[in-house]
């Protein structure tokens, strides 16, 4: 059974930082994209990162670029996400993503969300 475990959310001040990671067991996706998708109340699911095997290609939304890196850890099977600059804009719930053969598009894998709330 494929399971994916985020942490790392929390309350941070506008400007802040946070890196929120996430955990794969019941296979690998060394092959395949693993990314970040976010939900903000009252508003669609939107992409925000992915990355293919570390060191790879990666590819961000607008809204990401810039302030946000992806990365992977295959050995571990982990991808994580460091936010810097952050917006009050950017609190949402974020999901970890994997299984897609495609940047920017979602694979049929999801982890349950770790919220993310920016004040200001």
């Known amino acids: 059974q494929v399971q994916l475990v985020e942490s790392g959310g929390g309350l941070v001040q506008a400007g802040g930082s946070l890196r929120l990671s996430c955990a794969a067991s019941?296979?690998?996706?060394?092959?395949?994209?693993m990314g970040w998708f976010r939900q903000a109340p009252g508003k669609e699911r939107e992409f925000v990162a992915s990355?293919?095997?570390?060191?790879?290609?990666?590819y961000y939304a607008d809204s990401a670029k810039g302030r946000f890196t992806i990365s992977r850890d295959n050995a571990k099977n982990m991808v994580l996400l460091q936010m810097n600059s952050l917006k009050p804009e950017d609190t949402a719930v974020y999901y970890c993503?994997?299984?897609?053969?495609?940047?920017?598009?979602?694979?049929?894998?999801w982890g349950q969300g770790t919220q993310v709330t920016v004040s200001s």
């Open positions: 990355m293919f095997r570390s060191g790879g290609s990666t």
């Open positions: 019941g296979r690998t996706f060394s092959n395949y994209a």
């Open positions: 993503n994997a299984g897609s053969q495609y940047l920017g598009f979602s694979g049929p894998y």
